[in-house]
């Protein structure tokens, strides 16, 4: 539970320093399980912290 928990804060703090990205460079780069990355994206963009779009077929991320 509790990386769940931290998994926003996780993805927030990549995309600070990367900027934006795609969701397969994160789980790449961070190595965290697709549902962490999901929860953590789907918490940021509930909060209006973050912006994904669909970008052909890649799902890209950045920080508002």
């Known amino acids: 539970m509790d990386e769940v928990c931290k998994a926003?804060?996780?993805v927030w703090e990549y995309l600070n320093g990367k900027g934006e990205c795609s969701v397969s460079k994160i789980k790449k780069e961070t190595k965290m399980p697709d549902s962490l990355?999901?929860?953590g994206l789907g918490w940021l963009a509930k909060e209006g912290k973050a912006v994904?779009?669909?970008d052909g077929g890649t799902i890209r991320?950045?920080?508002k």
């Open 8 to 10: 926003p804060g996780r």
């Open 37 to 39: 990355i999901y929860i």
């Open 52 to 54: 994904l779009r669909r």
């Open 61 to 63: 991320v950045a920080l």
